[in-house]
C-alpha cells in the first residue's frame, strides 16, 4: 500500500527539541522531493519545509528557519524534521507529504506537537 | 509572507455549482503556473484535488476544475454532493523553493 506514517509527536516545553519521523511504503522514496506541513488548532495549513530527493537541498518557512532541519535517509525510507527551540506556536499536527508536479500528492495522517510554555 | 487569500466560506445546495477563489500576488500565485487545491475533512489527511492551475489526478472527479486569472486562482466544484463538505485550501508555488497556502474556505453543503 502506498502511504506515508508519521511519527514522534508529543508534548515538549518550550525551549526543547523533537524529532518527527515519516516512513514511507509502498513507492520508491529515493526518487521524490518531500514536504512537511502543519496546521495549528483550529487554523489552516501551513507550508514549513521541502527537501529534494537525495538530500542535497533543502528549503524552511522564515517562522522556522534555523530552528528545524529536514533530512532523510533513502536507504531507510524514511524522512525526518528536527525541531529545536521549540515555541508555543509551534503547536500543531505535523503531515509528510510528497511532491508531484509541485504539488503534494500524498500526504500522511499527521503526528501532534505540543509545546507548553 | 502572509498567506493567500481565500474567503472563510462557502456554502451552496446539492447538484449547484460553488467557486473558491485564491488571490495572491505577482510573487506567487501571478507568477507562476503551480497552483494546486486540496481537500481536508478534519482528523483525516488532505487530498489533492488540482495540481498545476488545471490539471485534476485520474483518480478525482471531473465535477471539480481548476482555472486561473492574474493573481487569481478559483476552484469550481459542480454537482455538488454532500460528501464535498469540507475545508479547501489553495497552495502556490512562491520561488526559492518555498511555497504558501491560502487560509482555507469551509465549504457548506446545505
Known amino acids: 500500500e502506498v502511504q506515508l506514517v508519521e511519527s514522534g509527536g508529543g508534548l515538549v516545553q518550550a525551549g526543547g527539541s523533537l524529532r518527527l519521523s515519516c516512513e514511507a511504503s509502498?513507492?520508491?522514496?529515493?526518487?521524490?522531493?518531500m514536504q512537511w506541513v502543519r496546521q495549528t488548532p483550529g487554523k489552516g495549513l501551513v507550508w514549513v519545509s521541502r527537501i529534494n530527493s537525495d538530500g542535497s537541498s533543502t528549503s524552511y518557512a522564515d517562522s522556522v528557519k534555523g530552528r528545524f532541519t529536514i533530512s532523510r535517509d533513502n536507504a531507510k525510507n524514511t524522512l525526518y524534521l528536527q525541531m529545536n527551540s521549540l515555541r508555543a506556536e509551534d503547536t500543531a499536527v505535523y503531515y509528510c507529504a510528497r511532491e508531484s508536479f509541485w504539488s503534494m500528492d500524498l500526504w500522511g495522517q499527521g503526528t501532534l506537537v505540543t509545546v507548553s510554555s | 509572507q502572509s498567506a493567500l487569500t481565500q474567503p472563510a466560506s462557502v456554502s451552496g445546495s446539492p447538484g449547484q455549482s460553488i467557486t473558491i477563489s485564491c488571490t495572491g500576488t505577482t510573487s506567487d500565485v501571478g507568477g507562476y503556473n503551480l497552483v494546486s487545491w486540496y481537500q481536508h475533512h478534519p482528523g483525516k489527511a488532505p487530498k489533492l484535488m488540482i495540481y498545476e492551475v488545471t490539471k485534476r489526478p485520474s483518480e478525482i472527479s471531473n465535477r471539480f476544475s481548476g482555472s486561473m486569472s492574474g493573481n487569481t486562482a478559483s476552484l469550481t466544484i459542480s454537482g455538488l454532493q454532500a460528501e464535498d463538505e469540507a475545508d479547501y485550501y489553495c497552495?502556490?508555488?512562491?520561488?526559492?523553493?518555498?511555497?504558501?497556502f491560502g487560509g482555507g474556505t469551509k465549504l457548506t453543503v446545505l
Open positions: 497552495c502556490s508555488y512562491a520561488g526559492s523553493n518555498t511555497f504558501i
Open positions: 509502498g513507492f520508491t522514496f529515493s526518487s521524490y522531493w
